[in-house]
């Protein structure tokens, strides 16, 4: 009997003493939560301007003519005398030989110039258009990058299409300076038989990419730019990489580029986009990820977030 009673009391002290020592184990492992909670997983820089639902705005190739033989119509008043029916009808003609002559005139300086920008009357009217996606890895001694971009995206005028297309260069421009830190790529352009579905892909593509951010810390839509703070986590590993994406809506009707796996096709890649005019441009976005230059975006991050990517 005695032992009994020494067995059950050994029971209920060790049922204490585990159930001491279970409330501090619970408490670090909420303030562990709570720390990693208090730092963001990665900072993201955004801009994005031009819109799908909208024809792109050009400059007409040729005006139309008024016709300007209307005062003429109907026959001149006849003075008298052969000889001043015999200049009318001169006159007449020599005027419309003239005309014609100018608007055929006209007609092949239009077809010259269009065929040397490689303006097709049906490709910007049309419904077809592309969505094309260059997302570049730079190595981190290419960090420079992060400043350029922000400082492009801070004085980016997204509402205007020449605006658009500047931002579009200058971020072009930025990556093709760094070859030697370009490490990974991925890459495609494809033809979207309509507007809304090819706006419903770019929003899908661009979800996708943003997901990848814990906070948008810059950004520039709609004419209007923001910044949020972002607090780096101390212990995080040093920075190894930066990723920049451009997401690109054009009225092509066919792709832009084809398979990207190598350094010359990236560039070629990249001098398309920055050389697309501003008729055919309708959107475009710019993501990158770190934003904050005292954010990382590390190797093991980069195989786990962005998997479509190949090594060039």
Not at 212 to 232: C, H, I, M
Request: glycine share 10%; with cysteine; proline share 3%.
């Amino acid at each position: 009997m005695q032992r009994e009673f020494r067995l059950i009391g050994a029971t209920i002290a060790g049922y204490c003493l585990l159930n001491s020592l279970s409330v501090p184990l619970a408490f670090q492992g909420q303030e562990l939560v709570s720390s990693q909670a208090a730092y963001a997983k990665s900072s993201g820089g955004r801009s994005r301007g031009g819109s799908f639902r909208s024809s792109p705005s050009r400059s007409s190739g040729s005006s139309r003519r008024n016709n300007s033989s209307g005062g003429y119509g109907g026959g001149g008043v006849y003075v008298g005398g052969s000889s001043y029916g015999s200049t009318y009808i001169d006159g007449f003609w020599l005027l419309l030989t003239l005309l014609v002559l100018l608007g055929a005139g006209g007609w092949a300086v239009w077809m010259v110039l269009s065929a040397r920008k490689g303006i097709g009357s049906t490709e910007l009217d049309n419904a077809t258009v592309t969505v094309s996606k260059v997302q570049v890895a730079l190595l981190a001694q290419g960090k420079a990058i992060q400043a350029q971009l922000s400082e492009i995206v801070k004085n980016a005028d997204t509402d205007t299409a020449e605006g658009l297309q500047q931002e579009l260069q200058e971020a072009t421009l930025a990556l093709l300076r760094m070859p030697e830190n370009w490490s990974h790529v991925q890459a495609n352009s494809q033809r979207v038989k309509s507007r809304e579905a090819a706006e419903a892909m770019f929003n899908q593509v661009s979800i996708a990419e943003r997901s990848k951010f814990s906070a948008e810390t810059l950004t520039n839509v709609g004419g209007r730019v923001n910044r949020k703070s972002f607090t780096p986590d101390p212990d995080q590993d040093p920075a190894s990489y930066i990723v920049v994406t451009l997401l690109v809506g054009t009225a092509h009707d066919r792709p832009l580029f084809g398979d990207v796996r190598t350094v010359e096709a990236l560039k070629e890649a990249l001098e398309k986009l920055s050389s697309i005019n501003t008729d055919y441009l309708m959107v475009f976005e710019l993501l990158w990820s770190p934003q904050d230059e005292a954010d990382s975006l590390t190797y093991d991050e980069l195989l786990t977030e962005y998997t479509d990517m190949v090594q060039i």
